[in-house]
């Protein structure tokens, strides 16, 4: 399959590089990642220990490959600028899998990309960026694709399959929607405690008040979620998400890398976007109104 994974940063380098194995796979991202990959090729270090000569590019304009899949792998903020920067890139057939963090995706890619082409993802896999051309594999999760009207598909069976075949544990999900709801009720504790204080996943199981923060926050996001017509039960999430802390225990989360790298977090489409809900529905939401403020004032900075 002819694959392109835009966003290389350290979960879509480290997908890129597992399919590779099989696959034609091009890497659309940044310097000087792009440049090392370029060079020296791309290294996984870690969970995995791979390294690929894969084709990497800074523009969609060096993509000389009939895309048969796109996997947006960018912050939830660039999602609008990547979907309208792939979309020359589409044939007929071609699928834009969102494998992102955060609640709002799939509306932002639908005001560039027909729906059709369209299908979604979430993965628990932590991975870390350690040097340009270097990413380490610091926890193995799971990931779930699914059609958006939540039809098992043709395409969807030889998507998962193809994961599969990468090493990369795939399972198919008829309601893709509420998972990324899990997958957002989960980061809404992990990422801005870790990006606030600085610490690895694992230590908010460590000390038991910020393990009952945990707990807190992941109650208070379920019944956001229930307000949508999503229904999770809370202590079910709650050791979903422990069970995240456990297998990333030695990730630095996605939101503390782009602190420590000083770049714009996701805090907008996960913590952001479930205070607006609370707000909406004019329910209070203290815990995620603290962690949408604490980190947006760490990044006023
Ligand atoms: O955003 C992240 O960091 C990841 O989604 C996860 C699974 C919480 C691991 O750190």
Same mark, same amino acid.
């Given at each position: 399959?002819?694959?392109?994974?835009?966003?290389?940063?350290?979960?879509?380098?480290?997908?890129?590089?597992l399919?590779?194995?099989?696959?034609k796979?091009?890497?659309?991202?940044?310097?000087?990642?792009?440049?090392?990959i370029?060079q020296?090729?791309?290294?996984?270090?870690?969970?995995?220990?791979?390294?690929?000569?894969?084709?990497?590019?800074?523009?969609?304009?060096? &993509?000389?490959?009939s895309a048969?899949?796109?996997?947006?792998?960018?912050?939830?903020?660039?999602?609008?600028?990547?979907?309208?920067? &792939?979309r020359?890139?589409?044939h007929?057939?071609?699928?834009?899998?969102?494998?992102?963090?955060?609640?709002?995706?799939?509306?932002?890619?639908?005001?560039?990309?027909?729906?059709?082409?369209?299908?979604?993802?979430?993965t628990?896999?932590?991975?870390?960026?350690s040097?340009?051309?270097?990413?380490?594999?610091?926890?193995?999760?799971?990931?779930?694709?699914?059609?958006?009207?939540?039809r098992?598909?043709?395409?969807?069976?030889?998507?998962i399959?193809?994961?599969?075949?990468?090493?990369?544990?795939?399972?198919?999900s008829?309601?893709?929607?509420?998972?990324?709801?899990?997958?957002?009720?989960?980061?809404?504790?992990?990422n801005?405690?870790?990006a606030f204080?600085?610490?690895?996943?694992?230590?908010?199981?460590?000390?038991?008040?910020?393990?009952?923060?945990?707990?807190?926050?992941?109650?208070?996001?379920?019944?956001?979620?229930?307000l949508?017509g999503?229904?999770v039960?809370?202590?079910?999430m709650?050791?979903?998400?422990?069970?995240?802390?456990?297998?990333?225990?030695?990730?630095d989360?996605?939101?503390l890398?782009?602190?420590?790298?000083?770049?714009k977090?996701?805090?907008?489409?996960?913590?952001?976007?479930?205070?607006?809900?609370?707000?909406?529905?004019?329910?209070?939401?203290?815990?995620?109104?603290?962690?949408?403020?604490?980190?947006?004032?760490?990044?006023?900075h």
């Open positions: 399959m002819n694959i392109v994974v835009f966003g290389s940063g350290a979960i879509g380098s480290l997908f890129g590089a399919l590779a194995k099989q696959n796979v091009v890497l659309v991202g940044r310097a000087p990642h792009i440049k090392c370029q020296k090729g791309l290294t996984i270090n870690g969970k995995t220990h791979l390294t690929v000569n894969v084709p990497a590019v800074e523009s969609t304009k060096e &993509v000389f490959l048969d899949l796109i996997l947006l792998t960018v912050k939830s903020y660039d999602t609008e600028t990547a979907s309208n920067q &792939v020359p890139l589409l007929d057939q071609t699928m834009v899998v969102s494998l992102q963090n955060g609640l709002d995706n799939i509306e932002k890619i639908e005001q560039n990309i027909e729906k059709k082409h369209i299908l979604a993802g979430v628990t896999h932590g991975a870390l960026f040097a340009p051309g270097t990413i380490i594999h610091t926890g193995k999760g799971k990931t779930i694709l699914g059609e958006l009207d939540g098992p598909s043709e395409r969807l069976n030889m998507l399959s193809i994961f599969n075949q990468a090493g990369i544990e795939t399972q198919m008829i309601d893709i929607k509420r998972e990324i709801w899990r997958k957002a009720i989960i980061n809404s504790s992990i801005p405690l870790t204080l600085g610490c690895k996943n694992g230590y908010l199981l460590e000390n038991p008040l910020l393990e009952k923060t945990v707990e807190y926050v992941c109650t208070e996001s379920s019944r956001i979620a229930s949508k999503i229904i039960s809370p202590v079910e709650i050791e979903k998400t422990k069970e995240v802390i456990r297998d990333t225990a030695e990730n989360s996605s939101m890398q782009s602190i420590q790298q000083g770049k977090t996701e805090i907008e489409s996960i913590n952001g976007v479930l205070l607006r809900i609370g707000t909406e529905q004019k329910i209070d939401t203290p815990l995620n109104r603290i962690l949408f403020e604490l980190i947006t004032s760490l990044c006023l």
